[in-house]
């Protein structure tokens, strides 16, 4: 398994932007497809986006297309997830994730896909 650590949370007016960063320790990253997830208290955990291990397939929640973007450098073994727009319901726990498979064809928007967890990053919009 990856260690990941993720940063960039906080706490925003609605209409504001942030960017997620999730650091890779231990492995590549770029053996990996990506994911991140987030988590509302008392709900379950959701799909947010997934890159592909190269960077060149990117996936999204319907929630957040077109306001959320996901990116990859693979020689920084760094994951960032931009969030525009940022809407009071984006409220939640952020998690990178790394897949289970290494050398993925496709990443997947399915939690248990994914082995290596971060610890999370809180993100909280205001309205």
């Known amino acids: 398994q990856v260690r990941l650590v993720e940063s960039g949370g906080g706490l925003v007016q609605a209409g504001a932007s942030l960017r997620l960063s999730c650091a890779g320790s231990g492995r590549t990253l770029s053996q990996y497809a990506m994911g991140w997830f987030r988590q509302a208290p008392g709900k379950e955990r959701d799909f947010v986006a997934a890159?592909?291990?190269?960077?060149?397939?990117?996936y999204y929640a319907d929630s957040v297309k077109g306001r959320f973007t996901v990116s990859r450098d693979n020689s920084k073994n760094m994951v960032y997830l931009q969030m525009n727009f940022l809407e009071s319901s984006d409220t939640a726990m952020y998690y990178c994730?790394?897949?289970?498979?290494?050398?993925?064809?496709?990443?997947?928007?399915?939690?248990?896909?994914?082995?290596?967890w971060g610890q999370g990053t809180q993100v909280t919009v205001s309205s």
């Open positions: 890159i592909s291990r190269g960077g060149g397939a990117t």
């Open positions: 994730a790394a897949d289970r498979i290494i050398m993925t064809a496709q990443p997947s928007r399915d939690p248990s896909s994914y082995d290596s």
